[in-house]
T-cell receptor
Framework: GAGVSQSPRYKVTKRGQDVALRCDPISGHVSLYWYRQALGQGPEFLTYFNYEAQQDKSGLPNDRFSAERPEGSISTLTIQRTEQRDSAMYRC?????????????FGPGTRLTVT | AQSVTQLDSQVPVFEEAPVELRCNYSSSVSVYLFWYVQYPNQGLQLLLKYLSGSTLVKGINGFEAEFNKSQTSFHLRKPSVHISDTAEYFCAPYSSASKIIFGSGTRLSIRP
């Protein structure tokens, strides 16, 4: 079956523009996670959903970052008024549920570059 | 406070030599422990996990890890590495807040 997909794979944007990053999880997976990964670092948790409910958004850096999963499937991470420090790899993962027993399956990531 | 520490940022080893990648975690995290691997230009995939039971866990590609509660460690080992093991490896304890905390990663480079 299909894995987690993310689009676009690469995004170059000018400072001040808004960007929307999309994640399509594995069908039937309840939980969906967003991470940000800087070069040479491990993924850093941003937020996660169970179905359409955002359970934890404690990792979002500031109010320019938001995420939604309106129908409990596809999710969008939106960054408003982008800044150069937002440049990173943004990764999405999904799992059957969020108890920790189940593996998280990762997508290929979106490489965001803010110029 | 940091919840997971990977003591080595880079580990160079010769092909067919044994390797150990070290990981220590804080006792504040829940004791579900994972190792993920990221091959060059690819996404992350699960290498192995410890949930309960035997403290020696076997994963894919001949890797294994041992959970040591007293030392709060979960070191990853392989008795004989191959060129194809070149990758970055992340230790990742599961937080009681329903999220995985990733370490900073260890880059394993294999010399022929």
């Amino acid at each position: 079956g299909a894995g987690v997909s993310q689009s676009p794979r690469y995004k170059v944007t000018k400072r001040g523009q808004d960007v929307a990053l999309r994640c399509d999880p594995i069908s039937g997976h309840v939980s969906l996670y967003w991470y940000r990964q800087a070069l040479g670092q491990g993924p850093e948790f941003l937020t996660y959903f169970n179905y359409e409910a955002q359970q934890d958004k404690s990792g979002l850096p500031n109010d320019r970052f938001s995420a939604e999963r309106p129908e409990g499937s596809i999710s969008t991470l939106t960054i408003q008024r982008t800044e150069q420090r937002d440049s990173a790899m943004y990764r999405c993962a999904s799992s059957l549920e969020s108890s920790g027993i189940y593996e998280q399956y990762f997508g290929p990531g979106t490489r965001l570059t803010v110029t | 406070a940091q919840s997971v520490t990977q003591l080595d940022s880079q580990v160079p080893v010769f092909e067919e030599a044994p390797v150990e990648l070290r990981c220590n975690y804080s006792s504040s995290v829940s004791v579900y422990l994972f190792w993920y691997v990221q091959y060059p230009n690819q996404g992350l995939q699960l290498l192995l996990k410890y949930l309960s039971g035997s403290t020696l866990v076997k994963g894919i590609n001949g890797f294994e890890a041992e959970f040591n509660k007293s030392q709060t460690s979960f070191h990853l080992r392989k008795p004989s590495v191959h060129i194809s093991d070149t990758a970055e490896y992340f230790c990742a304890p599961y937080s009681s807040a329903s999220k995985i905390i990733f370490g900073s990663g260890t880059r394993l480079s294999i010399r022929p």
